[in-house]
């Protein structure tokens, strides 16, 4: 995040959830309201455009809608188990509280964010005649700084019921301390809680060429003022999310995505799909206490 301004990153991400209901066929992950969220002027923008983009542009939208579908059929889940708190970390331009079926006794909203960016997405859905759910919560933090546990709690989460949580986009742009806290605080809580995020997996693992594909794709995001912090080695997070007290952890990598959800598409979308050895961009995690 830059002092006082929106994330870039999530405009980025909503424009990629955007483009997936125009350009891709079947869709992964359905939203709606993905077009209306980004603007008129936006959205005109994406209709008029006459490609689905480049390779590597398809590979992180592939990414992007696989985890986002993945987090709400986990919520899915959660909420058939009788969890009725939902907690969006980072939640960017993310819709699910505006198009959420389910009754309003049945699950409770918290969308977590920078202050600057929830000010941002605001104004967007004012603008776009979004309607904002009366029980939805609007938690402003700083990660870095701040008490996740302490800001919840003044917005009223419920420590004493289970909560379903999601951190997408979220863990590459914090430092290592500030991730591991977070999941700290989802392992310590209720029985039945969980969390699905995405997280970049580190140099350690890889090969000369896959380690310079990332110090690449990392200088990219430094100039756009949001660099990465946060990278991982898949079997140490596993383990180390295990000792925190989840009971189950699933660790999703490229290829599985590829195999769940873009097996023989002919549209050509396809996650790392230009080398997902090389590249790795990134896995999905999912942990329940």
Same mark, same amino acid.
Not at 59 to 64: E, H, I, K
């Given at each position: 995040?830059?002092?006082?301004?929106?994330?870039?990153?999530?405009?980025?991400?909503?424009?990629?959830?955007?483009?997936?209901?125009?350009?891709?066929?079947?869709?992964i992950?359905?939203?709606?309201?993905?077009?209306?969220?980004?603007?008129?002027?936006? /959205?005109?923008?994406?209709?008029?455009?006459?490609?689905?983009?480049?390779?590597l542009?398809?590979?992180?939208?592939? %990414?992007?809608?696989a985890?986002?579908?993945?987090?709400?059929?986990?919520?899915?889940?959660?909420?058939?188990?009788?969890?009725?708190?939902?907690?969006?970390? %980072?939640?960017?331009?993310?819709?699910?509280?505006?198009?959420?079926?389910?009754?309003?006794?049945?699950?409770q909203?918290?969308?977590?964010?920078?202050?600057?960016?929830?000010?941002?997405?605001?104004?967007?859905?004012?603008?776009?005649?979004?309607?904002?759910?009366?029980?939805?919560?609007?938690?402003?933090?700083?990660?870095?700084?701040?008490s996740?546990?302490?800001r919840?709690?003044?917005?009223?989460?419920?420590?004493?019921?289970?909560?379903?949580?999601?951190?997408?986009?979220?863990?590459?742009?914090?430092g290592?301390?500030?991730?591991?806290?977070?999941?700290?605080?989802?392992?310590?809580?209720?029985?039945?809680? %969980?969390?699905?995020?995405?997280?970049v997996?580190?140099?350690?693992?890889?090969?000369?060429?896959?380690?310079?594909?990332?110090?690449?794709?990392?200088?990219?995001?430094?100039?756009?003022?949001?660099?990465?912090?946060?990278?991982?080695?898949? /079997?140490?997070?596993?383990?180390?999310?295990?000792?925190?007290?989840?009971?189950?952890?699933?660790?999703?990598?490229?290829?599985?995505?590829?195999?769940?959800?873009?097996?023989?598409?002919?549209?050509?979308?396809?996650?790392?799909?230009?080398?997902?050895?090389?590249?790795?961009?990134?896995?999905?995690?999912?942990?329940?206490?």
């Amino acid at each position: 995040m830059q002092a006082g301004q929106p994330s870039i990153t999530a405009m980025r991400a909503a424009r990629s959830r955007a483009k997936h209901q125009l350009f891709d066929t079947p869709l992964i992950f359905e939203d709606q309201l993905s077009l209306r969220i980004l603007g008129s002027a936006e /959205e005109d923008s994406l209709r008029s455009e006459r490609s689905s983009g480049g390779l590597l542009a398809r590979a992180f939208r592939a %990414g992007l809608v696989a985890r986002s579908r993945i987090a709400e059929d986990e919520l899915h889940e959660a909420v058939k188990r009788g969890v009725r708190q939902y907690v969006v970390l %980072g939640a960017g331009l993310d819709t699910f509280a505006y198009r959420n079926p389910y009754p309003r006794a049945a699950l409770q909203v918290f969308e977590v964010d920078h202050p600057a960016t929830q000010a941002w997405k605001k104004k967007r859905l004012a603008e776009a005649a979004i309607a904002v759910p009366g029980d939805l919560r609007f938690v402003g933090i700083d990660f870095e700084t701040q008490s996740l546990g302490e800001r919840l709690r003044q917005a009223g989460y419920d420590f004493s019921a289970p909560g379903q949580f999601s951190c997408l986009g979220v863990t590459m742009y914090l430092g290592r301390s500030a991730v591991m806290e977070t999941l700290q605080f989802v392992a310590a809580g209720t029985p039945g809680s %969980g969390i699905v995020f995405d997280y970049v997996p580190g140099y350690s693992s890889r090969g000369p060429l896959g380690k310079l594909f990332l110090r690449m794709l990392a200088y990219r995001f430094a100039r756009l003022g949001e660099p990465w912090k946060g990278l991982f080695e898949p /079997e140490m997070l596993a383990a180390e999310m295990t000792a925190m007290g989840f009971s189950q952890v699933s660790d999703i990598s490229a290829e599985e995505l590829n195999s769940r959800f873009f097996k023989d598409r002919r549209d050509h979308l396809k996650f790392n799909a230009f080398g997902m050895k090389l590249a790795r961009l990134g896995h999905v995690m999912v942990a329940h206490k």
